[in-house]
T-cell receptor, first 116, second 114 residues
Framework: AQKITQTQPGMFVQEKEAVTLDCTYD???????LFWYKQPSSGEMIFLIY??????QNATEGRYSLNFQKARKSANLVISASQLGDSAMYFC?????????????FGAGTRLAVHP | EAGVTQFPSHSVIEKGQTVTLRCDPI?????LYWYRRVMGKEIKFLLH????????ESGMPNNRFLAERTGGTYSTLKVQPAELEDSGVYFC????????????FGPGTRLTVL
């Protein structure tokens, strides 16, 4: 069965520093997609970044980058130059393709606190 | 363009009562998903609509949960009768196609069953 593991329940980082949030996954499907979502205290789920299993390069979106190591089955999120507004829950998710349709499997999440 | 909206934002009900949650996807999105996060646990898939048809309802916990999407626009998720373990945050998401990389999430409905 497909599974996402986020081993860090909470992380702290100093403002303006970089932080890496860990995510490992397990799947036997050769085609899959990996996502990171941010959930601030207001509750909405904000899409951050996507990495396809066949993408040759690591995905980047502004201050967010995904360190995709396929052999290790890891998809860590790197946030550069942390800002106070980055304090939130962060969820790693994998797209499970069943019958050609998609559902997302989520990890337990990591709560990031950015300190001034 | 309006995003995914959900109503209500919060609902507090007593065990045994009925609650109906509503989700309005982004206009034109044929695919609509329901997820929920029970306190302290992972966000779990509930079901997936393609237009008005249930494509995958493998995540529905039991027959107390009924989801509909009449006309392929908005969707409702009814819990009847509600139990204590149904408390959590219910998220709705939508996407253009089933293969879309991104699912756009709504703000969620926080359900508390007392």
């Amino acid at each position: 069965a497909q599974k996402i593991t986020q081993t860090q329940p909470g992380m702290f980082v100093q403002e303006k520093e970089a932080v890496t949030l860990d995510c490992t996954y397990d799947t036997s499907d050769p085609s899959y997609g990996l996502f990171w979502y941010k959930q601030p205290s207001s509750g909405e789920m904000i899409f951050l970044i996507y990495q396809g299993s066949y993408d040759q390069q690591n995905a980047t979106e502004g201050r967010y980058s995904l360190n995709f190591q396929k052999a290790r089955k890891s998809a860590n999120l790197v946030i550069s130059a942390s800002q106070l507004g980055d304090s939130a829950m962060y969820f790693c998710a994998m797209r499970e393709v069943s019958g050609g349709y998609n559902k997302l499997i989520f990890g337990a999440g990591t709560r990031l606190a950015v300190h001034p | 363009e309006a995003g995914v909206t959900q109503f209500p934002s919060h609902s507090v009900i007593e065990k045994g009562q009925t609650v109906t949650l509503r989700c309005d996807p982004i206009s034109g999105h044929d695919n609509l998903y329901w997820y929920r996060r029970v306190m302290g646990k992972e966000i779990k898939f509930l079901l997936h609509f393609v237009k008005e048809s249930k494509q995958d309802e493998s995540g529905m916990p039991n027959n107390r949960f009924l989801a509909e999407r009449t006309g392929g626009t908005y969707s409702t998720l009814k819990v009847q009768p509600a139990e204590l373990e149904d408390s959590g945050v219910y998220f709705c998401a939508s996407s253009w196609t089933s293969g879309s990389a991104e699912q756009f999430f709504g703000p969620g409905t926080r359900l508390t069953v007392l």
